[in-house]
């Protein structure tokens, strides 16, 4: 899913608990969705798989379900973006972000 996994990477300005738990989270979906193209799943059949693991920690935490979900949607973003980012700096700098107009 999104990537938690070192303090140089996207997720390097979540905090130690934020990281943990989307790394968490992000451990569980492979092993429960693995090879699945998330571009072709639902939504709600991702979720409704990471259902588990959620309510585990919202119980761990004496935070509502709700509240779990919306933090690793939130987490997840801020991740995807921040990869996107990364990527779209790897392009510029190797010159190869022209490449799209010929596409």
Known sequence: MFQAKNN???????????REM???????AEDVL???????????????KLKPVMQ???DEKGVPLEDIFIKYMD???????KQNAM??????ENGL??????V
């Open 8 to 18: 140089s990477g996207p997720s390097a300005s979540l905090s130690p608990e934020d």
């Open 22 to 28: 989307l790394t968490r989270i992000n451990a569980y």
């Open 34 to 48: 693995g090879e699945i193209d998330p571009q072709k799943t639902r939504i709600s059949f991702q979720l409704d």
């Open 56 to 58: 585990e920690i919202a």
């Open 75 to 81: 987490l997840a973003s801020i991740v995807s973006a």
């Open 87 to 92: 990527l779209k700096e790897d392009f510029d």
């Open 97 to 102: 972000a022209d490449l799209t107009k010929f």
